[in-house]
T-cell receptor
C-alpha cells in the first residue's frame, strides 16, 4: 500500500526555534511536495522537489527551506519559527512525470505545528 | 491570487440526497482537475479526476462534471452518506506547465443522518 509518513503529528515550538519536519515515502516517487493548510486558504504549496537535491519554490516559500538528500525523504525546515507559521503541514509525493494518468498526489497524515 | 475557487465554505445535505460541490477556476491553461477528500487530522485522499478532453467522469456514487467554457466543475455525490462528511478540495493542474497542483479553499460537507 502507498505510504507517505510524516515524522511528527503534533509539535509545539517557541518563536525563534528551528523546526524540522520530516517526510518519507515508500513508493519510489520522483516528486515530493510540502503544503500548508490554513482555514479559508486551502492548501498552499511551499516547496517541491522533482529529484534528489533538486528543489523548486512554490507559492509561499518565505521563511522555509527544504532538503532532499535521498529520493524517499523530503524535509521542511523553519530556520526561525514565527507565530504565523502555526499551521497544518502536509507532505505529498507523486510518480514520474507528474503527468501520469491520474495526476494523483499521495499525502501524509499531516503535522500540526503550533508556534508560541 | 486564487486560481481555483470554491465559493461555498460549507454544505449540509440530508442522507440519501444529492450533494453538489462546486469549483471555479480562472487559468485557461488548466487541463486536469481532481477532487480530494479530507477528514480531520488526516491527509487529503484522492477521490476522482477529470481531464479537459472529457466533460464527465463517474466512479460509483461520485461524478465530476467539467464545463470548460464556464471554467467550472462540480462534484456530485449520490446518494450522500454520513461517512461522506469531510472537507472536499478541488485542484487543478496545467500538465504542460509547472509541476504543481493548485487547490481551492475547500468545502466542508456535512451529511445529516
Amino acid at each position: 500500500d502507498v505510504k507517505v509518513t510524516q515524522s511528527s503529528r503534533y509539535l509545539v515550538k517557541r518563536t525563534g526555534e528551528k523546526v524540522f519536519l520530516e517526510c518519507v515515502q515508500d513508493m519510489d516517487h520522483e516528486n515530493m511536495f510540502w503544503y500548508r493548510q490554513d482555514p479559508g486558504l486551502g492548501l498552499r504549496l511551499i516547496y517541491f522537489s522533482y529529484d534528489v537535491k533538486m528543489k523548486e519554490k512554490g507559492d509561499i516559500p518565505e521563511g522555509y527551506s527544504v532538503s532532499r538528500e535521498k529520493k524517499e525523504r523530503f524535509s521542511l525546515i523553519l530556520e526561525s519559527a514565527s507565530t504565523n507559521q502555526t499551521s497544518m503541514y502536509l507532505c505529498a509525493s507523486s510518480g514520474a512525470g507528474y503527468r501520469d494518468d491520474t495526476g494523483e498526489l499521495f499525502f501524509g497524515e499531516g503535522s500540526r505545528l503550533t508556534v508560541l | 491570487d486564487q486560481q481555483v475557487k470554491q465559493n461555498s465554505p460549507s454544505l449540509s445535505v440530508q442522507e440519501g440526497r444529492i450533494s453538489i460541490l462546486n469549483c471555479d477556476y480562472t487559468n485557461s491553461m488548466f487541463d486536469y482537475f481532481l477532487w480530494y477528500k479530507k477528514y480531520p487530522a488526516e491527509g487529503p485522499t484522492f477521490l476522482i479526476s477529470i481531464s479537459s478532453i472529457k466533460d464527465k467522469n463517474e466512479d460509483g456514487r461520485f461524478t465530476v462534471f467539467l464545463n470548460k467554457s464556464a471554467k467550472h466543475l462540480s462534484l456530485h455525490i449520490v446518494p450522500s452518506q454520513p461517512g461522506d462528511s469531510a472537507v472536499y478540495f478541488c485542484a487543478a493542474s496545467a500538465r504542460t506547465g509547472a509541476n504543481n497542483l493548485f487547490f481551492g479553499t475547500g468545502t466542508r460537507l456535512t451529511v445529516i443522518p
